[in-house]
C-alpha cells in the first residue's frame, strides 16, 4: 500500500514539475507548481509528519504559490522573458539534472538510509517543541533573529514615501 | 405576469407532474415487476431463520422495527453517513440553507422592507427553493474567450474546499467526520486554499470586473489568514493540543472567550474579512465592480460559488463556537430516553406504541451537545449576519491597514494574555481549568 502511494507520489511531483517546467501557458504551469508542491506534501504524509505536511500545504501552496500565480497574472511575459532556446541547451539541461540526480542519490544511498527501521511510532510534535525550547534553542532564536531581520527588510523595501504637497511639480 | 412564460398555468403544471407519475408507475408496473421476478427466478434465495427470503418476506422484515432499528444504527455508525448526512454536508447545507433564508428576512426587517414575501403562503418560506429552481433551470453561459478548464472547476473546487473545511469541525462528543489530531492546522491549510480558487476563477473568466474583484479578494483573504493564524495561538496554548474535539472538551468548566476576549474580537473580525461579508466585501462590491469575482458565472454555477460561501460560513462560525463558546458543552436540557420505551412500551389511551429494544439511536449527551452547538452556531452566525444591515463598505487601504498593523498587534496581545495566564497559574495544572 505504502510502495504504491509512494509511486504515486513521485509520479504526480515530477510529473508536475515536468509540466511547471514545459508548460506554454504560464497560470497552467503555476498550478503544475501547486501539484507539485501538494506532493511533497504528500511525501510527508507518507513520513508519518502531518507537522510538516500540513505546514507544507498552509504555507506552500497556500501562500507561496498563490504569490507567483499573482505576479504571473500581473506581468506580461512577453516585456520580461526572451525566449532562448535550442536543443542544445535542452540536452545540456537534462544531462546537468541527470547528474544531479545520480550524485543525489549515491549520497542518500551511502548515508545508510538502507538500515532504518521504520515501525518505530511516529514523534509527537510536542516533543519537538519541547527540545526546540531546551536544547535547539540557539536555533531556534536564530531563526527568529533572521525571519523578524526578513520581515523588517521587506517593510523597509516596500514603504514608499507619500508625496508631499511641497515636491509636486507646479 | 412573466415573459418568458406567458401562459403559465399552475393546474397545467400539476396536471403534468401527474402525468409523469402515472407513466412512471406504469413503465414499472408493465417492465419493471416482471424484470425483478425474472432476477428473483435465476438467483437463488438465501434462507433465514429457517424461511425462505422473498420479496414479501424482506418488506414484513423492514416495517418490523426490531428488526430495522439495528439496520439503521449500524449505518449511522458508518462514514459516509457522517460524510454525506450528521456532522458533514447534510448537516452543513440545511443550516446553509436556514441561513441564506433568515439574512434576508432579518436583514429586511431592519431596513424597514418586507424582504421575501409571496413564495410560498407564509412570509416567502418558500423562496430559497424558487432560487434553487431558478439558479437550475438558467443557462450557464461561459465567456467566449474564458479558460474553459478552470472555469468549469473552480465552483465545483470552492465547494470541495468548503466541505472539507465542514468536516473539521466537531458537532458533538465524536461526532465529528475527520477526527485528525492537527484539526486546527488542517483547517489553516483548507483556508489557504480559498484565495487560490477565486484568484483562478476570476482570472480564468478573462473578464475586467472579475479580475479586479479576485485581486481585491486575494488582498483580503491572504493579508487576513496572518491575524487569523495568530488569534488561534492563545487558545492552542491554553489548551495544549490541535484537535478541535479536544479543545471543545477542555472548556467544560469556562468558555476561553472569557479569558482571552482580545483572540475572540480579532478571530471575528479576520472571519467577516475572510468571508468577504460587509464591511468587509470589496471582492463583490456590487455597486462598484457588478459582482466582484462572480460577475461571470451564472446558473448553477454561481449556485455551487453560493453554496460553498454559505457551508463556509457555518464552518467559520462553527470554529468560533468550537474554539471560544465551549462547543457543545452546556447545561444538560434534552430529558433522558424513557426507559419504559424499551420494555413495555408506551400506552396512550387505546394504542400501545413498543417494545422497541434497539430504541436509543442517538445518546442523551449527543442530542444536548447538538442543541447546544446548534443554539451558539446560529447566535454567531447572527453576529456575522448583523453588519451586514448597518455598516457601510471600507476602502482597500483602510481594510489592509486594519489587518496588518492594528490586528495583528492584537493577535500578539492575546498571545501575551495567554502565556500570563498559564505563567501566572491562573490556567493549566493546578488553576481553574
Known amino acids: 500500500m505504502a510502495d504504491a502511494v509512494f509511486l504515486a507520489l513521485t509520479v504526480i511531483t515530477i510529473g508536475s514539475a515536468i509540466a511547471a517546467l514545459e508548460m506554454r501557458s504560464l497560470i497552467y504551469g503555476s498550478i503544475a507548481l501547486m501539484g507539485t508542491l501538494g506532493g511533497v506534501a504528500g511525501f510527508f504524509f507518507l513520513l508519518d509528519a502531518p507537522f510538516v505536511a500540513l505546514f507544507q500545504i498552509a504555507v506552500y501552496v497556500g501562500s507561496i504559490a498563490v504569490l507567483i500565480l499573482f505576479t504571473v497574472m500581473l506581468v506580461k511575459r512577453e516585456l520580461i522573458f526572451k525566449k532562448i532556446e535550442d536543443k542544445r541547451r535542452k540536452f545540456a539541461g537534462i544531462g546537468l539534472m541527470l547528474v544531479f540526480m545520480v550524485a543525489l542519490g549515491a549520497v542518500f544511498l551511502d548515508s545508510g538510509i538502507k538500515t532504518i527501521t521504520t515501525d518505530e511510532p511516529a514523534p509527537d510534535f510536542r516533543d519537538i517543541g519541547i527540545d526546540f525550547v531546551t536544547y535547539y534553542w540557539p536555533a531556534l532564536i536564530l531563526m527568529g533573529l533572521i525571519l523578524a531581520g526578513s520581515v523588517t527588510g521587506s517593510l523597509v523595501l516596500a514603504r514608499r514615501e507619500d508625496v508631499e504637497n511641497d515636491q509636486r511639480a507646479n | ?433
Open chain 2, 1 to 433: 405576469m412573466s415573459v418568458i412564460a406567458p401562459k403559465f398555468k399552475l393546474s397545467e403544471f400539476i396536471k403534468s407532474l401527474l402525468d409523469n407519475i402515472f407513466w412512471i408507475i406504469l413503465l414499472l408496473v408493465l417492465i419493471g415487476v416482471p424484470a425483478v421476478f425474472i432476477i428473483l427466478f435465476v438467483i437463488p434465495m438465501p434462507v433465514i431463520d429457517g424461511e425462505l427470503l422473498t420479496p414479501f418476506l424482506a418488506l414484513t422484515w423492514l416495517a418490523d422495527p426490531t428488526r430495522i432499528l439495528p439496520v439503521v444504527k449500524a449505518f449511522m455508525g458508518t462514514d459516509i453517513f457522517r460524510v454525506m448526512a450528521f456532522p458533514g454536508f447534510g448537516f452543513a447545507a440545511l443550516l446553509a440553507a436556514g441561513t441564506i433564508f433568515v439574512e434576508r428576512k432579518m436583514l429586511a426587517k431592519l431596513q424597514l422592507r418586507v424582504g421575501p414575501f409571496y413564495c410560498g403562503k407564509f412570509e416567502g418560506i418558500l423562496q430559497l427553493m424558487g432560487d434553487g429552481l431558478k439558479l437550475i433551470s438558467k443557462e450557464i453561459i461561459i465567456p467566449a474567450k474564458a479558460d474553459k478548464p478552470i472555469f468549469w472547476a473552480a465552483p465545483v473546487l470552492f465547494v470541495a474546499a468548503a466541505a472539507a473545511f465542514v468536516a473539521f469541525i466537531p458537532v458533538a462528543p465524536g461526532w465529528v467526520v475527520a477526527d485528525v489530531d492537527l484539526g486546527l492546522l488542517g483547517v489553516f491549510a483548507v483556508i489557504g486554499f480559498f484565495p487560490i480558487i477565486t484568484i483562478l476563477s476570476a482570472w480564468s473568466a478573462n473578464s475586467k470586473f472579475p479580475f479586479i474583484g479576485g485581486i481585491r479578494a486575494l488582498f483580503q483573504m491572504v493579508s487576513f489568514e496572518i491575524p487569523l493564524i495568530l488569534s488561534l495561538l492563545g487558545v492552542v496554548m491554553l489548551t495544549g493540543s490541535l484537535n478541535l474535539s479536544e479543545i471543545a472538551a477542555s472548556q467544560s468548566v469556562f468558555p476561553w472567550i472569557v479569558f482571552l476576549p482580545v483572540g475572540a474580537i480579532v478571530f471575528f473580525i479576520t472571519m467577516l474579512a475572510e468571508l468577504e461579508r460587509i464591511p468587509f466585501d470589496l471582492p463583490e462590491a456590487e455597486s462598484e465592480i457588478v459582482a466582484g469575482w462572480l460577475t461571470e458565472l451564472s446558473g448553477m454555477m454561481y449556485g455551487l460559488v453560493q453554496l460553498g460561501t454559505y457551508l463556509k460560513l457555518y464552518a467559520f462560525a462553527g470554529l468560533f463556537v468550537v474554539l471560544f463558546l465551549g462547543g457543545w458543552n452546556g447545561p444538560m436540557i434534552v430529558p433522558p430516553f424513557p426507559a419504559e420505551l424499551l420494555t413495555t412500551g408506551i400506552t396512550i389511551g387505546p394504542i400501545t406504541a413498543g417494545p422497541f429494544p434497539g430504541l436509543p439511536l442517538f445518546t442523551q449527551e449527543m442530542l444536548n451537545g447538538t442543541l447546544m452547538f446548534v443554539l451558539k452556531t446560529a447566535g454567531v452566525i447572527f453576529f456575522i449576519l448583523l453588519p451586514r444591515g448597518v455598516f457601510p463598505r471600507i476602502r482597500v487601504d483602510m481594510l489592509l491597514n486594519l489587518g496588518w498593523s492594528k490586528l495583528i498587534g492584537l493577535a500578539f496581545v492575546n498571545i501575551f494574555i495567554a502565556l500570563g495566564l498559564l505563567y501566572a497559574g491562573v490556567l493549566g495544572p493546578g488553576g481553574l481549568q
